[in-house]
């Protein structure tokens, strides 16, 4: 069995990560975690007994011919193993598909368990089309690739009355902002989420036009972007 452990968002929000989640990882011997000491801190945030030293720990490399060796291996070993990813789900915006596409194939079960998703809790508290909505990842850091990928975004947006989702490396956010308000229409709907679980989340959504009256700082701070025209 393969179970993919979600860990929480916000170090503070230890109650976003339901009791059956620490049962499921007794229930292991082998950790892939995208960083080990974060994915042993977590664990250890959530049951101070627990003997984190008894798992077998690998990490989930960026080399993944070298990775997927390793999990091949422990595969054919028939243990029960965890995937734990730096914040929120294994394989949704994080490191993990990888190994669970090879796990599919090997025929191994997979049990996903719940906890928090930073991409599904924006768009619930947005008010946008939970319907028909689309999660795009990173948008191109070329300025002129940009530009021209916000304006294909928000044209998709308004032909199909769906929500678009995307998120920018932290330290990049204002520039992304900026570049969204200098590029969308004023009548665009923009949903800024920031900090989501934590105790100065902040979940707003506004048109365009109101945004440009907004002073708001991003930097460095975990933001996930929703557009809908």
């Known amino acids: 069995m393969i179970y993919l452990i979600p860990s929480f968002l916000s170090e503070n929000a230890i109650q976003t990560i339901p ?67 730096e914040a929120g789900c294994p394989g949704v915006a994080d490191p993990g598909q990888a190994m669970i596409a090879e796990a599919q194939r090997a025929g191994i079960s997979i049990k996903p368990l719940v906890g928090p998703n930073s991409i599904l809790l924006a768009l619930m508290a947005s008010g946008m089309n939970g319907q028909h909505f689309c999660f795009l990842g990173y948008l191109p850091i070329d300025h002129a690739e940009k530009i021209k990928k916000i304006k294909s975004i928000e044209e998709a947006s308004f032909k199909n009355k769906s929500t678009q989702i995307f998120i920018e490396t932290p330290y990049r956010n204002n520039q992304l902002l900026q570049s969204i308000l200098q590029t969308a229409k004023s009548a665009t709907r923009l949903c800024i989420a920031i900090n989501i679980t934590a105790e100065n989340e902040s979940i707003r959504t506004m048109t365009i036009n109101d945004w440009r009256k907004e002073e708001i700082d991003l930097h460095k701070k975990p933001v996930i972007f929703l557009l809908q025209a």
């Open 19 to 85: 009791l059956y989640v620490m049962q499921a990882v007794q229930e292991c011997t082998i950790i892939f975690a995208e960083n080990e000491r974060t994915a042993r801190r977590f664990l250890k945030s959530m049951d101070k007994a627990i003997d984190i030293n008894r798992f077998e720990w690998h990490t989930i490399e960026k080399d993944e011919t070298t990775m997927l060796e390793t999990f091949r291996a422990k595969l054919r070993e028939n243990k029960n193993m965890a995937i734990i990813s």
